[in-house]
């Protein structure tokens, strides 16, 4: 199944300085930037056709896979001033490279790419720049026995903070932890089916126009997650990552685990 991959924000709350022009997806945790991680996930599942809706400092993106070093990720034998692999990341997949404008909502990222899924009932959607060790096949496999266009990813709230029931005579009546609340944020990995183009106009959203108006048909799914999921929308969060892949915690990188669940 074919993976899209929005890759073109500007990441404004992750810049180092005004001038750094590096795209979220590029931020790095331990030896490989966020993308790697995102599509080392997908490439575990046997999901290896990428497609990279690219925007904003796209060369940082290409040059990236076209220097690609094995040797920072992988076992290797030097012989005679020649490295000889032990294991590979990246050398069976196919990614194709598509330029989909600088300033262009996710969803039109995604209509400009449409010709290159060929016509494929399903496929796989991402913003690149979140992880999680959420179970894809279960996830695939829910949305594929659902008459539905559409599938994401939720995730309990994410905020620290507590909201405060007042009432009229400016008496606190209750304090209620955010995470508590029977809410869902959505958690940014998607599966589609081809009817999500039917839905999100030129220059629309995926979800604000293509996935809300599945849900007022009623054909929107869910994947409730509660297991590990963490954005990296600031730089504190993709330091906090940075640091947990330093100490060996990083519950994402499900492609380290043997067949029994245990980090190889």
Request: glycine share 10%.
């Amino acid at each position: 199944m074919k993976v899209v991959l929005f890759c073109g924000g500007y990441g404004l709350r992750m810049r180092a300085g005004a001038s750094d022009d590096i795209p979220k997806p590029m931020a790095m945790v331990g030896p490989r930037p966020l993308i790697w991680h995102v599509m080392r996930y997908y490439a575990h599942f046997g999901h290896t056709e990428f497609i990279l809706c690219l925007g904003y400092g796209a060369h940082h993106i290409k040059d990236f896979f076209l220097n690609y070093e094995e040797t920072a990720s992988n076992d290797f034998v030097l012989r005679n001033g020649r490295a000889e692999l032990l294991s590979t990341d990246i050398a069976s997949w196919t990614i194709t490279f598509v330029q989909t404008g600088v300033e262009s909502p996710i969803g039109e990222r995604l209509r400009r790419v449409r010709h290159h899924l060929d016509g494929d009932e399903m496929f796989l959607a991402n913003y690149a720049d979140v992880l999680t060790d959420a179970p894809l096949p279960e996830m695939i496999d829910q949305f594929a026995r659902r008459d539905a266009g559409a599938s994401m990813t939720v995730v309990p709230p994410q905020s620290s903070f507590h909201c405060v029931e007042l009432g009229e005579n400016g008496l606190v009546g209750g304090i209620t932890a955010v995470s508590e609340l029977p809410l869902w944020e959505n958690g940014g990995y998607f599966v589609l089916r081809q009817e999500i183009f039917d839905h999100i106009p030129e220059n629309g959203d995926l979800v604000a126009d293509g996935c809300a108006q599945l849900a007022k048909q009623g054909r929107l799914m869910a994947y409730r997650h509660r297991g590990f999921w963490k954005p990296t929308d600031t730089v504190k969060e993709r330091a906090a990552l940075d640091a947990a892949y330093a100490r060996g915690d990083r519950p994402w990188a499900v492609w380290e685990r043997d067949s029994a669940g245990v980090r190889a």
